[in-house]
């Protein structure tokens, strides 16, 4: 089964610098989707970006990138001139390629709380 | 707002009930997906409909039940309520099992 990792229980960073949130996943198949969602005090889950496994290019959507590392497993974010509208639950999620309909579920990490300080 | 409708917003209720919880998807998906949000055990996947049909169980416990209707609003069922069944019940929605997902506000379940 995947797992899905995310080591930091908490990351706090200053208004308008760049903070990085880890993530780091377990599985044994090749095609797959990784995903960040946003989960900020209206409980509302956003997707932030998503990232397929057969592209090497780093996704980015604006102030957001990933660093998606395959052979390590590693899938980080990056949050470039932060804001304090990105305080909020950020959760990595992971989702397997496989066309069988039990392969359509998210498998989430334990979250990341992240702080803006103004 | 993801287009994804959930009612109720909020519920509270006793040991031994039973809730219904509801969910209509964006216009036009055909998948319904629940997820479960406890403390002690995160984001966990219930299960999944397609077009009326259940297509995936994920650790959903027996006292639990779900459907999805003709007009593919979806319904979670729980019974016999116990105190740790409190958490944020999501539902999401895609155009089908491939898509991308999105999530509805959730209900916030209390059992006292």
């Known amino acids: 089964a995947q797992t899905v990792t995310q080591s930091q229980p908490e990351m706090s960073v200053q208004e308008a610098e760049t903070v990085t949130l880890s993530c780091t996943y377990d599985t044994s198949e090749s095609d797959y989707y990784l995903f960040w969602y946003k989960q900020p005090p209206s409980r509302q889950m956003i997707l932030v970006i998503r990232q397929e496994a057969y592209k090497q290019q780093n996704a980015t959507e604006n102030r957001f990138s990933v660093n998606f590392q395959k052979a390590a497993k590693s899938f980080s974010l990056k949050i470039s001139d932060s804001q304090l509208g990105d305080a909020a639950m950020y959760f990595c999620?992971?989702?397997?390629?496989?066309?069988?309909?039990?392969?359509?579920?998210?498998?989430f990490g334990q979250g990341t709380r992240l702080t803006i300080n103004p | 707002d993801s287009g994804v409708t959930q009612t109720p917003k909020h519920l509270i209720t006793a040991t031994g009930q039973r809730v219904t919880l509801r969910c209509s998807p964006r216009?036009?998906?055909?998948?319904v997906y629940w997820y479960q949000q406890s403390l002690d055990q995160g984001l966990q996947f219930l299960i999944h409909?397609?077009?009326?049909?259940?297509?995936a169980k994920g650790n959903i416990l027996e006292r639990f039940s779900a459907q999805q209707f003709p007009d593919l609003h979806s319904e979670l069922n729980l019974s016999s309520l116990e105190l740790g069944d409190s958490a944020l019940y999501f539902c999401a929605s895609s155009v089908g099992p491939e898509t991308e997902a999105f999530f509805g506000q959730g209900t916030r379940l209390t059992v006292v």
């Open positions: 216009s036009g998906d055909l998948s």
């Open positions: 999620a992971y989702r397997s390629g496989g066309g069988h309909w039990g392969a359509q579920k998210l498998v």
């Open positions: 409909y397609y077009n009326g049909e259940e297509r």
